[in-house]
């Protein structure tokens, strides 16, 4: 555990099982909005009926009240089976108007007041994701949001656990990641006060040297903002989970569900599109990735847990990671997501998806030049003589900026260790293990993937199932395509070498006799005078 501290004996089954330790709890959870927050929402009442309520701090939306914005919230598809089958437990839900940017987060009285008399537990799930937000605005959202809702933490009258959502990668500079407490570069508290007094041309010019090769704002805020929570051991009861890639659900509310385009679901997207032709990856270094609905069960256990230990003054850590237990390769994960695309490809594609992945990066350099840059200028081209609006330049700007984040993480590797979380998952009943899985060793990566990609075709690009014999039909136009382009540049090639291969070989022949001709006229001759020493 954290230095100075031990993990709490704790017998080999818990006392009661995950739901009972929720019954009459009220939560208040951050981020609720967001792609964990709502799997969270969801699991909790579905599996956790007992709970008392569930307060989700949420900013206010223009021309919408509560009650409105809650009916918007609810009506998300991942509340289907609790709207058909516990429709009642809605009501727990209570939205409180509010904003992690404001000062006391921009509670009201009233607001305030109830959560500091009536919470038992605290879920801060919100963050800045973005890896490439300028440092004043990841500060000010991942460390000094959290300093905000520790404030109000501390004054909760009934707190038996406050679980910190972090990430696996928070100290990128170790190469063991252990669940125990690391230091933060500088003091948290200095930085959120300098961010906010200097510039953005003075930050602009410091990132790097605060960074100390940290790979991005988002890892560097996150270690500042352990190192915060730290600080508050014994004034609040803490623990600490840190999931690694976060993705798409493995099995619930159902299968292959998720939200956004960041991380591999930008990359998968991209690539099942043609627009990502190549890739700086080691394909054999491993990935790391936490479906979903198995990072947010681990995440409600972990709130338990925290609940059933009654020393504040430990810090209990979780690394939520997959690597060690159910390992795949970054090259496995490429090739098999390659086939679920081949057998079920997007509707809309620029061109053939038939990229690959480089371990060399000059070598993945020269091919973004020709196969992402040439044809996006070209395409572009035709659309100016159009007079259409061109696109492609611009959007392979926006890929080529989040391949260099994502690739930061396909290029190297962690060993991470996750003692604590096998522990906990050992110490569940059996109907637990059942309702909120979370042993990665579970995960069929094959089975996985596809569902993955179904569930993007589904969820994010909104092309239903039925689109997919149309889908199929322009992927083998657009194999055709390529693979006449191919052969057009093979022929351009060689009709380019026959036609010049005479001015090519004569052009050699005239340096080599120019050379061999040097040579012999700087060869003394039998006859020359220096030769005999004369």
């Not at 004054?155 to 656990?161: A, I, K």
């Not at 032709?277 to 069960?297: K, Q, W």
């Not at 994960?333 to 061109?351: D, I, M, Q, S």
């Not at 042993?439 to 179904?454: P, T």
């Amino acid at each position: 555990m954290d230095e100075g501290h031990t993990m709490t004996s704790l017998p080999d089954v818990q006392p009661g099982g995950i739901a009972e330790a929720y019954a009459g709890r009220s939560i208040f959870i951050t981020g609720a909005t967001g792609f964990m927050g709502k799997i969270m929402v969801e699991k909790l009442l579905r599996d956790c009926g007992g709970i008392e309520r569930i307060y989700l701090l949420i900013r206010a939306k223009k021309g919408l009240d509560p009650a409105q914005r809650k009916d918007e919230y609810v009506k998300n598809l991942v509340f289907d089976q609790v709207r058909e089958n516990h429709n009642d437990r809605l009501a727990k839900i209570r939205l409180i108007r509010g904003d992690i940017l404001s000062e006391g987060l921009g509670l009201s009285d009233e607001d305030h007041r109830e959560l500091i008399e009536n919470v038992d537990m605290v879920f801060h799930c919100a963050a800045n994701v973005r890896f490439d937000q300028h440092i004043r605005q990841a500060v000010d959202i991942n460390l000094n949001g959290t300093i905000r809702v520790l404030a109000l933490a501390e004054q909760m009258r009934r707190l038996v656990s406050f679980v910190h959502v972090s990430t696996a990668y928070c100290q990128c500079n170790e190469a063991v990641l252990e669940e125990k407490y690391y230091p933060a570069p500088q003091n948290p508290e200095g930085v959120s006060k300098m961010v906010g007094l200097l510039d953005d041309d003075i930050l602009d010019l410091i990132t790097p040297r605060l960074l100390n090769n940290l790979p991005n704002t988002y890892a560097y805020t996150k270690a500042l903002t352990e190192d915060l929570v730290y600080q508050y051991r014994g004034k609040v009861p803490i623990a600490i989970a840190r999931p690694s890639i976060v993705t798409a659900t493995m099995r619930e509310p159902f299968a292959g569900w998720g939200e956004g385009t960041n991380g591999p679901t930008g990359l998968l997207i991209g690539a099942g599109r043609g627009v990502i032709r190549s890739m700086h990856c080691n394909g054999e270094y491993l990935a790391d990735f936490m479906p979903v609905d198995i990072t947010m069960n681990a995440i409600i256990a972990i709130g338990s847990e925290r609940a059933r230990n009654s020393r504040k003054d430990e810090v209990m850590y979780y690394n939520l990671t997959s690597s060690a237990d159910n390992p795949i390769s970054w090259g496995e994960v490429l090739e098999g997501g390659r086939k679920v695309l081949n057998e079920n490809p997007f509707c809309f594609a620029l061109w053939y998806p038939d990229g690959s992945i480089k371990s060399s990066y000059f070598y993945h350099m020269l091919c973004v030049i020709f196969f992402h840059y040439l044809p996006a200028y070209l395409i572009d081209f035709l659309l100016m003589l159009l007079r259409r609006k061109p696109f492609l330049v611009k959007v392979q700007k926006r890929i080529s900026a989040g391949l260099t984040i994502l690739q930061y993480y396909t290029t190297k590797e962690w060993i991470f260790q996750s003692d604590n979380t096998k522990a906990l998952y050992r110490r569940l009943s059996r109907d637990d293990r059942k309702r909120f899985y979370f042993d990665v060793s579970e995960i069929n990566y094959q089975s996985y993937l596809y569902d993955f990609i179904l569930g993007a075709r589904k969820y994010i690009l909104k092309e239903e199932p039925e689109t997919l014999p149309k889908a199929r039909k322009l992927l083998r136009k657009l194999y055709i395509m390529d693979k006449i382009v191919q052969v057009g540049v093979y022929m351009f090639g060689l009709w380019l070498a026959w036609t010049y291969i005479e001015v090519v070989t004569g052009s050699i022949q005239f340096v080599f006799d120019a050379a061999i001709t040097g040579l012999r006229g700087n060869v003394p001759s039998s006859s020359d005078p220096v030769r005999h020493g004369l």
